[in-house]
């Protein structure tokens, strides 16, 4: 049996999406999922809500633990999935939309670009470095596989400034293709796809279904919407 650790355990849904999706996974239904947050009440919650998919999903055959020292809930792991967000919405987050504001600037809601993203990577990266200690003292070959935003910055200071082994993922990959087509009333049903980019700018490179290559009908409906 392997250990997967879940670091930002706190974020409830997105530890449901996740760990939901590893439970159903054959290879890793066995596996111990040791969940960890700062936030003691949050990580109970996560606990309780993923026991339960546990027991009706999964039949209990992963063993949940919830722990409160970060190095206990590391050690021996095969795999780490970072969901972590220092410093919270507020007042975090919203300094920041809010300081880009005052300049006249814009910020975007997707926190991995513009100067909330920079911000948000200044006060990230020198935790995520502190995280690398850790793993690389008690489960120095486990892969980081992470999530949180600005993607881009913190997997690159994790590959450039540590030895861990680590991934950049976004869940936009999941749903970029099935966004597309509902926004053009087209049926998902059967699609395949191909999808390639950085986060949070992912491009369809492929998109078929049965073998049909889908781009002209959906370069056709985009005019039709572009005109209304």
């Known amino acids: 049996m392997g250990k997967i650790t879940f670091l930002g355990a706190g974020s409830t849904i997105f530890a449901k999406n996740v760990l939901g999706d590893w439970m159903l996974t054959e290879a890793l239904r066995n596996f111990e999922i040791a969940l960890y947050d700062i936030d003691e009440k949050r990580l109970d919650e996560s606990y309780n809500m993923l026991s339960i998919i546990n027991k009706t999903l999964n039949k209990s ?23 972590i967000q220092v410093g919270g919405y507020d007042p975090c987050t919203i300094i920041d939309f809010e300081v880009p504001k005052k300049y006249g600037l814009r910020q975007t809601i997707g926190d991995t670009l513009g100067i909330g993203g920079i911000f948000r990577g200044l006060r990230t990266i020198p935790v995520m470095l502190d995280f690398a200690k850790d793993i690389e003292e008690v489960c120095p070959d486990a892969w980081l596989l992470n999530y949180t935003n600005p993607m881009s910055m913190i997997t690159l200071a994790m590959i450039k400034g540590t030895k861990v082994k680590t991934v950049g993922l976004c869940h936009s990959v999941q749903t970029c293709a099935s966004d597309l087509l509902s926004k053009l009333n087209m049926s998902t049903e059967g699609i395949s796809y191909k999808i390639a980019g950085i986060n949070h700018m992912g491009w369809l490179l492929e998109i078929t279904k049965d073998g049909k290559d889908l781009y002209p009908e ?11």
């Not at 190095?71 to 792991?77: D, H, I, T």
């Not at 959906?218 to 209304?228: E, L, V």
């Open 61 to 83: 055959r992963a063993n949940i633990n919830k722990y409160k020292d970060r190095k206990e809930a590391l050690r021996g792991a095969k795999y780490i999935v970072n969901a």
């Open 218 to 228: 959906i370069k056709k409906k985009s005019k039709n919407i572009r005109k209304t």
